[in-house]
């Protein structure tokens, strides 16, 4: 009976991971948000073995496919450890558009 409350302890814990939404849990498990809520909170005292197992399957895939999101977004998102501007060109538009400004007026 332990073992079964260390299980449900880690669906809980996995469930209120704050990149799982109740919303996609409910549907993938076919029940509704309400007891996904419930479950969530520790309010559901006996779910049932197979209920629980399922969750842990449920959550097992919706953690993939977020991993596999976070990979694939990291993978196309620009290198930021280089700017697209080094430090010369970031003043250069403010230099041009100063000139610019002060040739329209016949100054300079």
Known sequence: MNELRAIKKTAIERINAPEI?????????????????????GVIKNPGIETVATLLDVLSE????????????NNNSPDKTH??????????????????????????
């Open 62 to 73: 919706l953690e993939a496919r977020l991993q596999q999101t976070n990979s694939m977004s």
């Open 21 to 41: 939404l109740h919303a996609d849990v409910a549907k993938a498990m076919g029940v509704s948000k309400s007891w996904v809520s419930l479950f969530s909170r």
């Open 83 to 108: 700017s697209t501007l080094d430090s010369s060109d970031a003043t250069c538009p403010c230099v041009a558009a100063d000139s610019f400004v002060g040739q329209e007026r016949g100054i300079g």
